[in-house]
């Protein structure tokens, strides 16, 4: 029995370039599961692949979404039949924006009881990347201040919420007031809408000339420069997307900037290197915050069937909307 994939086999707007394919099951490795999808969420890191930003290291045809949750149907032959029937995060394996994904079990997290599944399907990339910025790549603490652009984001909320527990002080970079006041109530210090104030001189003014220690840049070109104008020197700055599509201007960056360190962060870096210990106990660290609400994932706008892709891709790039579009793969609410 055939069952629906989305995929691409060039480079270009996802509505026009995914299409819809029916894949026949192929046969477990022995160290595999078979894990039938339950919700899988848009991202920008998952969208912004797709328009061909990363193309060197995308082999075509590729099957998009990097996250997700869902039930093991099938195991291989070396695999726990515990697993069986078990709800898991299928990671690091095939794309997930499927009715079915394969990965190898070792990579398969486990959800515990009490976590919704819409807050599953969301605890991978935005969670993960957040907490180790804060914790192994910039180690922040009560004597820094994070600016970060695009801070409406899924990904600039939980910065917000991570200087409940790092201490650090969060300058939150929006275009409009949409988020502002939920960014206060979950930990900014200050939020900066850029359509009605300079960011350079706010921030100048906030940290009395010094500048911010640190930058989060998720858009790129002029928006991610001015960013790296704020930082104080010897300070550093994570390009951790690219929304405008635009790559920063890194010769410009460098000659006006020697003394700040700026570089693109990639969590597939910490992945290749991790151990299966670390990573298991990495999620069983933001699933324990999440039970004891010091952590709350964005909650879900709408959910959509695979072949709603261009509907749903439209939503999610909708500027100023709350909440996640999810895919629900094999259900049947639209």
């Known amino acids: 029995m055939k069952f629906v994939s989305l995929q691409y086999n060039e480079f270009g707007d996802p509505r026009k370039v ?27 890191s998952d969208l912004i692949p797709i328009r061909g930003a990363y193309k060197h290291r995308i082999r075509l045809p590729a099957i998009p979404g990097y996250e997700g949750v869902g039930i ?18 299928p990671l690091r ?36 990347t957040a907490w180790l910025i804060c914790s192994d790549e910039l180690q ?26 790092f201490g650090f002080r969060l300058i939150a970079v929006v275009r409009n007031d949409v988020h502002t006041e939920e960014l ?14 300079p960011l350079i001189d706010r921030v100048m003014e906030l940290t009395n000339g010094a500048g911010a220690t640190a930058g989060i840049d998720s858009i790129g070109g002029p928006d991610g420069e001015s960013l790296i104008d704020c930082i104080r020197p010897n300070g550093t700055v994570l390009s951790i997307g690219l929304l405008s599509g ?3 201007n890194w010769m410009k960056i460098h000659e ?15 992945v290749e290197g ?17 039970k004891e609400n010091n952590l709350v994932i964005r909650q879900e706008r709408k959910r959509f069937r695979l072949t709603e892709y261009d509907q749903a891709i439209d939503m999610a790039e909708q500027d100023g909307e709350k909440g996640k579009v999810l895919f629900a793969p094999t259900q049947n609410e639209g």
């Open 93 to 128: 394996g095939e794309g997930t924006w499927q009715e079915y994904v394969k990965t190898k079990a070792n990579f398969a997290v486990l959800v515990p009881d009490g976590i919704e599944d819409e807050t599953a399907s969301q605890m991978y990339i935005n969670p993960v």
């Open 274 to 290: 991790v151990s299966d210990a670390q990573w298991h106990q990495t999620f069983n660290n933001l699933f324990q915050m999440v």
């Open 18 to 44: 995914i299409e819809t394919e029916y894949r026949e099951h192929v046969p477990l490795q022995y160290d595999e599961v078979l894990v039938r999808m339950s919700l899988s969420p848009i991202n920008p």
């Open 184 to 197: 206060q109530s979950l930990g900014a210090w200050t939020v900066i809408n850029t359509a009605k104030e």
């Open 256 to 270: 006006n900037n020697p003394s700040i360190n700026v570089m693109p962060y990639w969590l597939r870096r910490w």
């Open 72 to 89: 093991v149907e099938k195991i291989g032959s070396s695999v726990s039949a515990s697993l069986l029937g078990k709800r898991v995060l």
């Open 246 to 248: 635009i790559q920063i």
């Open 140 to 165: 922040l603490n009560t004597d820094d201040v994070l600016l970060v652009n695009a801070c409406g984001s899924a990904i600039g909320r939980l910065f917000a919420q991570f200087t409940n527990i």
